[in-house]
């Protein structure tokens, strides 16, 4: 028997699919469309196992869909653009385009490796010039239309890296790439003012649009966006030399007022900065504060604290002259930057209160709290600070509150908001924790500003016959430099300008745009790429929205909000119908991997590594390695894995299959060599089987009606795993589809391919090739050529089960308790009388008939009836 080779079967199965075009996606025809994507790769050098993952699960769902008879556009390309290119040019010497250009190469080679079903033709990169001049075009459609702004804005600077940080990169006060401490500078940037579209993007969470999405993903964007119903107010301010009147706060506990001890504002407030001017203890305070982390999980973790002010703020209904600190805990982004701070029910008001001894005041009676009736009272057993270490942030009555007490909670949010609105003191306004979406970057590989910087007229657009604005060649060693190499001589040649408006002397706008603004619109380019327009509408709204999204949970925030927010823009603009990019996603699990290390603590890769049971030893001169823990592969800890050295050993269907089988795709899998084995030995068993009925398919028909019970079992068999490996495809419960896959492969042990059993042997090894062709594609098409089907197996309709053999055939059973019928049940021929029994007990009816008596014995008479006998 001749064993099946995938380093030959691959390659040339391959070059079929290509030749033949069979991945082509076609803007016209009949057939109904099917957009699947992943989400596309940054070029860094070489593919990873969890890249593998990700494009194989697209590609099941491609080849899937294909098969059933959509026109599919599986597309690939680039995410060419950013940071990583510039610092790898500043420490290789080369430049970034020749770095991102020569990966690229290099992955392509190695995702075609890989068999993926992909429309090569629409391929392209962020950086193509073709690319970019059209994403220009946008931007200054964008503009004319007011959807962008630049403006003054206080920024994270790393002084290293000479460029703005979001916020999320800032890690402990530092620049995630850098280490260096990070700066506030105030520059002048660009903006996307997508909190106008804060209410529509929040809205359609809910209304269906988004019915395909997780509902984490859903509800981590919802956080994010942070739509809260609260009161802007202000509190008159008493003090020497003060720069305000009053200071404005946003609060959504207004019900809390009471409990005020103390107002905050954040380092960088206005009010902070001008203390800050001429008190060296405020000053140092801000310093400080402006190396911290801005992130809430930075600001969550460290330890609170605050610098006193010298000025109070008046209380709306005490008149009590409040302390106002500046505090690290609060962010200017939020709100007004300011606060009134309720330390018994916010548990960081709590701890900056303990820390400098401030009062705590309790104003909230916790549900059911001393056992009292608080809407029968006014005032409750607790009056002053219990001591509490932990805030109560629940719902409950209102005490020490006046008017309030005795409400609930939910009563006294509006009661106190109608009341300060009476009083002139403030009104309810709504609050977003989203803030616009800067886009400027102070770096040479992005996308170019297409805009000119002009003394007398401001911001010009650069004219549309002069797009795309590219970017200047730059001698390699100027990256060897921090900083924007556009802002240096090296470029004044392609910086000065003539203003299109007037005519003087102006400047290109030296930023380059944020790499999500790439990724924010490159699904529509795919799906349509004429050459004088970021799309056509026609051509783009046959594809869009894509129905099927592939993708990592880290995303589900930035990237997945600015590509919904980018969609609206492209709508209003007139380049498709659509308001969502994504009509389903899917959010992968991770590939973990054991850690190894040496003796002398250093991390080793898998391959250094030999493992004989628990125990792991150098391959290199057998010496004890400790095994660690089992965590996401990353290059630091060495626990990576080459999926081309994989493909080497196992082939590119073992490496994927292993990638789908072993656990459900929205969890993480741990990689083994040994699951990589298992696969391949799969995959010999499936070739194996399929030799013995070869040619079969040019030689049988259709099966007969009148077949023994045998050849029917197996029809069935064939049948319903159709129907389970159809549904869990379409439901991405990859790993179960291959179970029903494994567990087929083991009825057919025995298979007789002569005679009457001739046409249903062809039929369920026909099954089993079409069945393995999303997971096995190459395997598939080695199987299918035995069988002699006709042309590719790519190209071959999906099998549908027939209804009619999807049921087993079963026997009605009356039940009796006591000889008298209670129920009856279905149960298969040959069950047992274990099972039978089993399911007899387990029937609603004859359980009730049971309740209160002892079950003495059970008589099964085998296809006749089974009788309970209690007491």
């Known amino acids: 028997m001749v064993r099946y080779d995938p380093a030959s079967a691959e390659p040339k199965w391959q070059k079929a699919w290509d030749e033949a075009e069979c991945f082509k996606a076609h803007d016209e025809g009949g ?47 680039w995410d060419a653009f950013g940071l990583p290119a510039e610092n790898a040019a500043r420490d290789n010497g080369g430049h970034p385009r020749e770095w991102t250009y020569g990966n690229i190469e290099v992955m392509k080679s190695q995702l075609k490796r890989m068999g993926l079903a992909i429309d090569w033709s629409r391929e392209f990169a962020t950086c193509d010039p073709e690319y970019y001049v059209h994403q220009q075009k946008l931007f200054l459609e964008f503009l004319k239309k007011g959807f962008v702004e630049r403006r003054e804005s206080l920024v994270n600077w790393d002084p290293v890296e000479m460029t703005v940080l979001a916020n999320e990169q800032v890690v402990d006060g530092k620049g995630w790439r850098s280490g260096a401490p990070v700066e506030k500078k105030s520059m002048s940037t660009w903006f996307f003012k997508i909190t106008e579209r804060a209410d529509d993007l929040l809205e359609a969470l809910d209304d269906g649009r988004l019915e395909g999405w997780p509902a984490h993903v859903k509800e981590m964007q919802r956080n994010w966006i942070g739509k809260s119903e609260g009161l802007k107010m202000a509190f008159p301010l008493s003090g020497s030399d003060l720069p305000q009147d009053d200071l404005p706060i946003y609060t959504t506990r207004p019900d809390t007022l009471y409990g005020a001890s103390f107002l905050g504002v954040a380092p960088d407030h206005p009010l902070a900065k001008h203390y800050a001017s001429t008190d060296p203890k405020v000053a140092a305070f801000v310093t400080e504060c402006a190396a911290q982390g801005t992130s809430e999980a930075d600001i969550e973790k460290a330890e609170k604290k605050g610098v006193r002010l010298p000025v109070t703020g008046r209380h709306p209904f005490t008149n009590e002259e409040l302390p106002v600190y500046a505090c690290n805990f609060i962010l200017m982004q939020y709100g007004t930057g300011a606060i009134f701070a309720c330390p018994a029910h916010d548990q960081r008001d709590l701890d900056f ?162 790499t999500f603004v790439d990724s924010s619109w490159y699904f529509a380019r795919f799906a349509s790429q004429p050459e004088d327009e970021p799309v056509d509408k026609a051509q783009a709204d046959a594809w869009l929205p894509v129905q099927q999204y592939i993708g990592g949970i880290e995303h589900a925030i930035l990237h997945l909000l600015y590509a919904r927010y ?53 391959v290199d001169g057998g010496k004890p390695v400790k095994i660690g823990a089992i965590e996401k592969m990353s290059k630091s800890k060495k626990n990576v894995v080459n999926p081309m050295s994989m493909t080497d050993n196992y082939g590119a269907d073992a490496v994927r299959f292993f990638m789908l089988s072993d656990s459900p795709p929205e969890r993480d899998v741990e990689w083994t060599e040994a699951g990589a084995e298992g696969a391949a030995r799969f995959a010999n068993r499936v070739h194996e ?3 013995k009925g070869e040619g079969l398919l040019r030689s049988t028909g259709a099966p007969g009606a009148d077949l023994s019970d045998e050849l029917m079992a197996l029809r069935r068999k064939t049948h319903k795993t159709i129907d389970g490996v159809t549904g869990d495809i379409e439901h991405f419960r990859f790993n179960k589809a291959i179970a029903r896959l494994y567990e087929f492969l083991g009825a057919l042990k025995g298979l007789k391919t002569d005679g009457d059993a001739a046409p249903v042997a062809a039929e369920a090894l026909r099954v089993l090739t079409q069945l393995t062709a999303p997971f096995m594609p190459h395997l598939a098409e080695e199987c299918w050529a035995m069988l002699g089907g006709e042309g590719l197996c790519a190209d071959a309709a999906w099998p549908k089960a027939d209804e009619s053999l999807l049921e087993d055939d079963v026997v009605t059973l009356p039940v009796q308790v006591n000889g008298k019928r209670r129920g009856e049940i279905k149960v298969s021929p040959d069950a047992s009388q274990d099972e039978v029994q089993k399911i007899a007990l387990e029937q609603d009816d004859i359980a009730r008939s049971l309740e209160g008596k002892t079950i003495r014995k059970v008589i099964v008479v085998p296809g006749r009836i089974v009788n309970v006998v209690a007491g």
């Not at 009555?397 to 908001?417: R, V, Y």
């Not at 500003?449 to 730059?474: A, N, S, W, Y």
């Open 566 to 618: 980018f969609t609206r823009m492209m709508q209003e603009c007139g380049y498709t119908e659509q308001s969502e990019p994504f009509t389903n996603l899917f959010t992968q699990g991770m590939v973990t991997h054991a850690t190894y290390k040496d003796e002398a603590g250093n991390w080793l890769f898998p391959e250094e590594v030999e493992v004989r049971g628990k125990d792991a030893f150098t």
């Open 353 to 514: 209160a303990r820390k400098y001894g401030l009062p705590v005041k309790p104003v909230i009676q916790p549900l059911g709290g001393h056992g009292t009736d608080l809407k029968a009272t006014a005032e409750p057993s607790c009056e002053t600070d219990d001591g509490r270490t932990e805030a109560h942030t629940g719902p409950g009555t209102m005490i020490h509150s006046e008017f309030l007490n005795g409400k609930s909670t939910d009563e006294a949010l509006p009661a106190a908001i109608e009341k300060i609105a009476e009083m002139g003191w403030g009104e309810g306004t709504t609050n977003y924790r989203l803030r616009d979406w800067g886009l400027s970057r102070q770096r040479y590989w992005g996308c170019p500003m297409p805009i000119i910087l002009c003394g007398d007229c401001g911001t010009v657009p650069v004219p549309d016959d002069q797009l795309p604005v590219g970017l200047p060649e730059i001698d390699p060693s100027e990256f060897k430099t921090p900083g924007n190499p556009l802002d240096r001589d090296c470029a004044k040649a392609w910086r000065e300008v003539s203003c299109p408006k007037c005519g003087k002397d102006a400047k290109r706008d030296t930023d380059t745009m944020d």
């Open 31 to 77: 057939k109904p469309k099917y957009y699947v994507l992943e989400m596309f790769p940054y070029p860094s050098g070489k593919i990873h196992i969890g890249h593998v993952r990700n494009y194989a699960m697209g590609d099941v769902i491609a080849r899937f869909k294909k098969a059933q008879g959509f026109d599919v556009l599986h597309p690939m390309g």
């Open 689 to 691: 089987a399929i030799a």
